[in-house]
Structure formats: C-alpha cells, structure tokens
C-alpha cells in the first residue's frame, strides 16, 4: 500500500548538516509513529482479505436473525459511507474480532522467573560465582598493599590540574554550565595513565629468565601448591628459543590481586582486576564486568555525571563503551557488571546494533537472567539500611533509563536510514547523546598482532598499528 506521508518525510527530513534538535526529535518521532501506522494497516488490511473466505458462518437462532433484521431495517445500523469506503474497512464481522497476533506480544515486560533448567541453572552457578570478585576488594589488608603502591602525591597532583582546567573551561563558556568532569573523576583518569604507563606490563610471551630471548608456548602446566593458593587455576609453560638454553618459564594466571600487585603483569584479566582495586583502594565504586566472549574491564561510578563509566586499563580507554563492538568489531552476548551492591546486565550499553554486533543469548532465558541479577542484588543489599537501598534502587532506575536510551537512538538511526533522502544523524549531533559516542573506535592495542588477529579484534577493517 502506498505511504500518503511519503513526499512529506521527504521535505522534513534532515539532510547536510542540519542541526538534530528538539524539533527534529520531534518531527522523527510523528513520522516514525505514521510510519508504524501505515505498516500495520497494511497487515490489517492483507489479514481481513485472508479471513474473508474462511470466516465461520453466523450461528442460527433467533437473537442472530433478529440482529439481522435490525441490520436489515435500521439505517442507523449500516455502517457509514466513509467507513464503507476506507480502504482498510472490515467487510465481515467476525474479522472485526481478530485476536492480536503472537508478535505484538514481544514487548511486553519480560517478568524475573527462576532457572529451571540444567543450562539456565549452571549459568546462574558461574554469574554467582563471577559476583563473587568484587568482593575480595573490600579486604582492609589489602587496600593498605593497594594505598601503598599508588604515587598519591603525582595523582592528586595531576587530578587537580585538570579538574582546574576543566572549570575554567566550563566559566569561560559563559552559561553556567558544570565542569564535564568531577574531581573524583579527574583521580580516575590520572590512576588509569599512571597504570598503564609506568605500572603494569602486558604480557604475550614472558622472555626467558637466563638469557632474556623469546620464548615458545609449550601448552599448559598444573599449578604449584604456591600457585594455587595465590588463585592460579591455570598456568602457561615457555621455553627458551635459543638453542644454548632451552630454559622453561612458567605464567601462572594469577587471579589474587595481592599476588598481582607484586607480579604486576598479566593480560586483560589481571589488568582489570588489578586496576579495579586500585580504584578501589581511592575510594572510588568499582565494577568487575565479565563479558562471555572472554574478555573484562571495569566501571567506576561517576558522581558528578551519575552515571557508570567505562574504564579499560588494557586500552587506556575512559568512557569509550562502543570500543569492543564497534573499535574492534567484537561480537558480544553478555556483558554482566558486577559490585558490592549486586549485579546488572549491561549489554545494551556496549552493543547498541545487535544486529551487528551481537551473538544470540542462548545461555538461559531473559528473564532467568532478569531473576539472577535480582537474586544477587538481594544478597549484596540484605543488611543495608533502607536509606541506602532506596538510593540504590533510583540509581537502578536511573541506569535502566539510560540503557533503553541507548535502545531507542538506535531505533531512530534505523528509522532516519529508512526515510527516502535523509541521512543518519551522526550520534555526536543527536540531541541528549552522552559524551562516550563522539570518542572514534579503535582496533585493539594491546597484544601481539597475532594474538589480536587470532582473536578477531583487530578492528572492523582488520587493520591495527603495532606499538
């Protein structure tokens, strides 16, 4: 069926560089709806002329006969001229009662129901498990070893550097606007330089311990008594590729941080764990998030935005949440933070296309993971006071906004793309777009080429600098 608003979206649409403001947003937003609204007349409209033939026949009896007669006999009865005329006008009264179809019940909200089955229940086993991690951050032992490793003095100091900077960036401006970033804020970012530049090292192939030249993976090895206490499940073996040593080197992948925090080298797993407690240890809230595409990197809480905030020490990356699907082209299913005060699936906030970025969620139904998250919130929140978890619960709330925002500009992109001579509006340009999208992906840096090419993370047109 042909659009009546066709020409009109054409004239509306924005094209060039047009501002994207609130008028924009809301012109969209008409066409977006008359566009819904054509779509599902023409269903009605195909739905009723497949139900015509083979709709039922009225039941006989009297109170059917004597509605046909008031049909029959009433004008008032007939239907109107201009309803008789509507193209999308229902000729037969049983077609009128159609039930809504199954898809019109996706949307519908998706209530929290335990896990039933055997998948379902060893996916919530591993997330309570995971949950677990930011725990061990809270060890007052440890946060002394973290406070004590950190040059306070350096980060404080570039701290108020740039939070000054950034006021005076924000009164120049002339509108009262606030500074884009807190001083705590400022901390984080100065601990992060500070971690990947002097503090940590990335591991690909340890060097040999005798003579220094590269090594060879030879596979895995069981871990020591040692290894294992200091929460190494696994360890990698080397050797020496010179022909005069042939010397092995043992990596154990260290998951305590008091054993990382002498060791201080790793990949991406020691890296975020690492890092998270140093946050920690300044007093800032961290999340540990997972992803089950074998990757993690942390959050930290942003009291001046409030909002949580993407940090990956591996990257150097601050508040770049598109990095993975889009920086590196890393396709992704779960993306699950977790803190001390519980547990949120923050998928929407670091794939906004599933489409192209995202893998099928096969590990257990949405609302299992709905019931989880839930689950692990009630034990983190258990003894706290209820002031504290009335604030929790508007944060929740809060965060829950912002991620179906990010769920509705991609709608809207999508929508713009759909209009005959309009252009995707860049997400920098889209009215309300937080400050992580007009940061420009990256292909990852860290790793060796080949470790990142095996991996698939070299960028959408695998091309990456080495470093």
Same mark, same amino acid.
């Given at each position: 069926?042909?659009?009546?608003?066709?020409?009109?979206?054409?004239?509306?649409?924005?094209?060039?560089?047009?501002?994207?403001?609130?008028?924009?947003?809301?012109?969209?937003?008409?066409?977006?709806?008359?566009?819904?609204?054509?779509?599902?007349?023409n269903?009605? @409209?195909? !739905?009723? *002329?497949r139900?015509?033939?083979?709709? =039922?026949?009225?039941?006989?009896?009297? #109170? /059917? $006969?004597?509605?046909?007669?008031?049909?029959?006999?009433?004008? @008032?009865? !007939?239907? *109107?001229?201009a309803?008789?005329?509507? =193209?999308?006008?229902?000729?037969?009264g #049983? /077609? $009128?009662?159609?039930?809504?179809?199954?898809?019109?019940?996706?949307?519908?909200?998706?209530?929290?129901?335990?896990?039933?089955?055997?998948?379902?229940?060893k996916?919530?086993?591993l997330?309570?498990?995971?949950?677990?991690?930011?725990?061990?951050?809270?060890?007052?032992?440890?946060?002394?070893?973290?406070?004590?490793?950190?040059?306070?003095?350096?980060?404080?100091?570039?701290?108020?550097?740039?939070?000054?900077?950034?006021?005076?960036?924000?009164?120049?401006?002339?509108d009262?606007?606030?500074?884009?970033?807190?001083?705590?804020?400022?901390?984080?970012?100065?601990l992060?330089?500070?971690?990947?530049?002097?503090f940590?090292?990335?591991?690909?192939?340890?060097?040999?311990?005798?003579?220094?030249?590269?090594?060879?993976?030879?596979?895995?090895?069981?871990?020591?008594?040692?290894?294992?206490?200091?929460?190494?499940?696994?360890?990698?073996?080397?050797?020496?590729?010179?022909?005069?040593?042939?010397?092995?080197?043992?990596?154990?992948?260290?998951?305590?941080?008091?054993?990382?925090?002498?060791t201080?080298?790793?990949?991406?797993?020691?890296?975020a764990?690492?890092?998270?407690?140093?946050?920690?240890?300044?007093?800032?809230?961290?999340?540990?998030?997972?992803?089950?595409?074998?990757?993690v990197?942390?959050?930290?809480?942003?009291a001046?935005?409030?909002?949580?905030?993407?940090?990956?020490?591996?990257?150097?990356?601050?508040d770049?949440?598109?990095?993975?699907?889009?920086?590196?082209?890393?396709?992704?299913?779960?993306?699950?933070?977790?803190?001390?005060?519980?547990?949120?699936?923050?998928?929407?906030?670091?794939?906004?296309?599933?489409?192209?970025?995202?893998?099928?969620?096969?590990?257990?139904?949405?609302?299992?993971?709905?019931?989880?998250?839930?689950?692990?919130?009630?034990?983190?929140?258990?003894?706290?006071?209820?002031?504290?978890?009335?604030?929790?619960?508007?944060?929740?709330?809060?965060?829950?906004?912002?991620?179906?925002?990010?769920?509705?500009?991609?709608?809207?992109?999508q929508?713009t793309n759909?209009?005959?001579?309009?252009?995707?509006?860049?997400?920098a340009?889209?009215?309300?777009?937080?400050?992580?999208?007009?940061?420009?992906?990256?292909?990852?840096?860290?790793?060796?080429?080949?470790?990142?090419?095996?991996?698939?993370?070299?960028?959408?047109?695998?091309?990456?600098?080495?470093?």
């Amino acid at each position: 069926m042909a659009d009546p608003n066709r020409s009109q979206r054409q004239e509306s649409a924005p094209v060039g560089d047009a501002n994207y403001d609130d008028a924009w947003a809301k012109d969209l937003r008409v066409q977006f709806e008359q566009l819904l609204r054509t779509r599902r007349l023409n269903d009605l @409209a195909q !739905r009723s *002329s497949r139900s015509r033939t083979g709709s =039922p026949a009225p039941p006989d009896g009297p #109170s /059917s $006969s004597s509605a046909a007669h008031a049909r029959v006999h009433h004008p @008032a009865s !007939r239907p *109107s001229s201009a309803a008789s005329h509507h =193209p999308h006008a229902h000729r037969s009264g #049983s /077609s $009128s009662n159609l039930p809504p179809s199954y898809s019109s019940l996706r949307n519908l909200p998706k209530i929290p129901s335990p896990p039933q089955d055997s998948a379902s229940l060893k996916f919530r086993n591993l997330l309570i498990s995971l949950s677990l991690t930011p725990i061990k951050y809270e060890n007052p032992g440890l946060l002394d070893e973290a406070l004590s490793v950190i040059p306070l003095a350096q980060i404080h100091g570039e701290a108020e550097e740039e939070s000054q900077l950034l006021q005076a960036q924000a009164e120049s401006m002339g509108d009262g606007r606030r500074p884009k970033w807190g001083y705590q804020d400022c901390m984080i970012r100065a601990l992060l330089r500070w971690f990947k530049r002097s503090f940590f090292t990335w591991v690909n192939n340890p060097a040999c311990p005798v003579c220094a030249s590269p090594t060879i993976a030879q596979g895995m090895t069981p871990p020591t008594p040692d290894e294992a206490a200091r929460g190494a499940a696994q360890v990698e073996l080397y050797r020496c590729s010179s022909s005069d040593c042939g010397t092995y080197e043992r990596f154990p992948r260290y998951s305590d941080v008091w054993a990382l925090l002498q060791t201080r080298r790793g990949r991406c797993g020691e890296w975020a764990n690492c890092f998270s407690m140093l946050c920690r240890a300044v007093d800032a809230r961290v999340r540990w998030v997972w992803n089950s595409e074998d990757h993690v990197w942390t959050e930290v809480y942003s009291a001046h935005q409030k909002r949580w905030i993407h940090v990956d020490a591996c990257e150097e990356a601050w508040d770049n949440p598109r990095l993975y699907a889009e920086g590196w082209n890393k396709k992704m299913a779960y993306c699950i933070a977790f803190s001390l005060d519980g547990a949120t699936d923050v998928t929407r906030r670091y794939v906004r296309h599933p489409s192209n970025h995202g893998r099928d969620r096969t590990k257990c139904p949405e609302e299992v993971i709905l019931y989880i998250a839930d689950e692990i919130r009630r034990i983190r929140r258990e003894n706290m006071s209820k002031e504290e978890r009335r604030r929790l619960i508007k944060e929740d709330e809060r965060e829950e906004r912002e991620l179906r925002g990010y769920v509705a500009q991609a709608i809207a992109e999508q929508v713009t793309n759909m209009l005959p001579g309009a252009t995707s509006p860049t997400v920098a340009n889209s009215p309300g777009s937080p400050s992580d999208d007009t940061k420009l992906p990256a292909g990852r840096q860290s790793g060796s080429t080949e470790w990142v090419q095996a991996r698939g993370e070299n960028g959408p047109e695998n091309i990456r600098d080495d470093h």
